[in-house]
């Protein structure tokens, strides 16, 4: 199947860490993304990790990638009232030259002042 | 910013009128896709384009016409659509090896009276 799993809500404090998580299927993806919406926009590519990797750290985002039980997590350190969104998960499927992505179904974080 | 640019941002059109979509993107990217994204649901795939031909169709009805005229322009011509079909509908890129991320542009919010 392609179903991409996701908690569909998180809540924290503002200056508190956040923990996004997202189960995936395909355990042939080569990369997997997480992206951010805000309300009424599109897409935002946040960052992604290849999957050969376990960790990828960039500035106050860290991805975590278990491939034996298909677990991805994305971790916001000192969560600012900006980062209210809904995050997704996405991981590919083999399109050839393109990348088809199958989307999680997406938390909705919402951060507290 | 996204460097992806659609119009309209919005769009409003009755069951019986004909209209387009617009999508483009000056990043050299030979993948375009459509999207489409019901309210609190994840983004699914309608189209992908690579090298300006039509590679992916995923069973769209024949009232969603894609058109990519050129590396940079991708269209969706939209006719006799259903109220069901009101949703924003997203339009990306990629660098067509399989491999890269999706950009993704703000989207158009369709609303079928």
């Known amino acids: 199947g392609e179903d991409v799993e996701q908690s569909l809500f998180l809540s924290v404090r503002e200056g508190d860490s956040s923990v996004i998580n997202c189960t995936y299927t395909?355990?042939?993806?080569?990369?997997l993304y997480w992206y951010k919406q805000e309300p009424g926009a599109g897409l935002q590519l946040l960052t992604y990790?290849?999957?050969?990797?376990d960790m990828k750290q960039d500035q106050r985002l860290t991805v975590l990638l278990n491939k034996k039980d298909k677990h991805l997590s994305l971790r916001i350190a000192d969560t600012q009232t900006g980062d209210s969104a809904i995050y997704f998960c996405?991981?590919?499927?083999?399109?050839?030259?393109?990348?088809?992505?199958?989307f999680g179904t997406g938390t909705l974080l919402a951060v507290q002042p | 910013d996204t460097e992806v640019t659609q119009t309209p941002k919005h769009l409003v059109m009755g069951m019986t009128n004909k209209k387009s979509l617009k999508c483009e993107q000056h990043m050299g990217h030979r993948a375009m896709y459509w999207y489409k994204q019901k309210a609190k649901k994840p983004p699914e795939l309608m189209f992908v384009?690579?090298?300006?031909?039509?590679?992916i169709n995923e069973s769209v009805p024949s009232r969603f016409s894609p058109e990519c005229p050129n590396s940079s322009l991708l269209n969706l011509h939209l006719h006799a659509l259903q109220p069901e079909d009101s949703a924003l509908y997203l339009c990306?890129?990629?660098?067509?090896?399989?491999?890269?991320?999706?950009?993704f542009g703000n989207g158009t919010r369709l609303t079928v009276t």
């Open positions: 990790i290849f999957s050969n990797m």
């Open positions: 990306a890129s990629s660098q067509a090896d399989g491999n890269s991320p999706l950009h």
């Open positions: 996405a991981e590919e499927w083999d399109g050839g030259a393109t990348n088809k992505l199958i």
């Open positions: 384009y690579s090298y300006e031909k039509l590679s």
């Open positions: 395909d355990s042939s993806s080569t990369y």
